[in-house]
T-cell receptor
Framework: KAGVTQTPRYLIKTRGQQVTLSCSPI?????VSWYQQTPGQGLQFLFE???????NKGNFPGRFSGRQFSNSRSEMNVSTLELGDSALYLC???????????????FGPGTRLTVL | GNSVTQMEGPVTLSEEAFLTINCTYT??????LFWYVQYPGEGLQLLLK?????DKGSNKGFEATYRKETTSFHLEKGSVQVSDSAVYFC??????????????FGKGTKLSVIP
C-alpha cells in the first residue's frame, strides 16, 4: 500500500507570495492532519480534516488555511508569506480520527518551504 | 495541559552500545504514546506505539513500555547500529474534541552512532 505523498517536495517563494501544498493520504484513510516543523518551535499542529470538514485547528494565524476533497486528498495554503513561514510542512493521515486506537498517524516526506 | 518532555541531545554512542532515550508526559486521561524517527531530509516514520498502560511497543529492536505510574515511555535498544543515527521524537495523542486527535511532540533527541 502506498504511503502518504506530498507535493512538491521543495518550494522557494518570496515574501508576500502565497503557496499551496498538496497531500495524498494512504488509501482508505479519511483523516488528514498538517504539522509545521521548525528548528526553533519543533513540531506544531496546524489543523485536521475529516470528511472534508476541518475538525481542529492549532494556534496559527488565519493566513494558514486548508481544505480536504471528497477523495480525502488535502491541500494547505499560506497567504502573504513571511520569512518565519520557512519550515518543513508535514502531512499525516490516519484511518479514523475519532477512535484513539485507530488514530495512529502516518507521515509523508514533507514539503520544504523556503521564503526569501 | 498536555506536554511531552524528552532528554536533550545530541546523544553519541558507539556501535553495539545500549541506548536509552527518556520520555515523560503530562496528560489528562489516557493518551496513546508513540515514538517517531526522522532520518536526515525525510519525514517522520512511526517506530512504535502503545495505547494503554503497561503495553510494550516494539519494532526493529527498539522497545518502550507505557508506564502510567511514572508517566513515562522511555525508548531502549540493546545494540545500536550506525543506521540508527537519526532524530527520535516521543509523542502523545491528545483528544481535542469533535472526534479529532492531535499529536503533541517532544523536542526530539538526535542520536549519532559511530563505528
Amino acid at each position: 500500500k502506498a504511503g502518504v505523498t506530498q507535493t512538491p517536495r521543495y518550494l522557494i517563494k518570496t515574501r508576500g507570495q502565497q503557496v499551496t501544498l498538496s497531500c495524498s493520504p494512504i488509501s482508505g484513510h479519511r483523516s488528514v492532519s498538517w504539522y509545521q516543523q521548525t528548528p526553533g518551535q519543533g513540531l506544531q499542529f496546524l489543523f485536521e480534516y475529516f470528511s472534508e470538514t476541518q475538525r481542529n485547528k492549532g494556534n496559527f494565524p488565519g493566513r494558514f488555511s486548508g481544505r480536504q476533497f471528497s477523495n480525502s486528498r488535502s491541500e494547505m495554503n499560506v497567504s502573504t508569506l513571511e520569512l518565519g513561514d520557512s519550515a518543513l510542512y508535514l502531512c499525516a493521515s490516519s484511518l479514523d480520527g475519532g477512535v484513539s486506537q485507530l488514530n495512529t498517524q502516518y507521515f509523508g516526506p514533507g514539503t520544504r518551504l523556503t521564503v526569501l | 495541559g498536555n506536554s511531552v518532555t524528552q532528554m536533550e541531545g545530541p546523544v553519541t554512542l558507539s556501535e553495539e552500545a545500549f541506548l536509552t532515550i527518556n520520555c515523560t508526559y503530562t496528560a489528562t486521561g489516557y493518551p496513546s504514546l508513540f515514538w517517531y524517527v526522522q532520518y536526515p531530509g525525510e519525514g517522520l516514520q512511526l517506530l512504535l506505539k502503545a495505547t494503554k498502560a503497561d503495553d510494550k511497543g516494539s519494532n526493529k529492536g527498539f522497545e518502550a513500555t507505557y508506564r502510567k505510574e511514572t508517566t513515562s515511555f522511555h525508548l531502549e535498544k540493546g545494540s545500536v547500529q550506525v543506521s540508527d543515527s537519526a532524530v527520535y521524537f516521543c509523542a502523545l495523542n491528545r483528544y481535542s474534541g469533535a472526534g479529532s486527535y492531535q499529536l503533541t511532540f517532544g523536542k526530539g533527541t538526535k542520536l549519532s552512532v559511530i563505528p
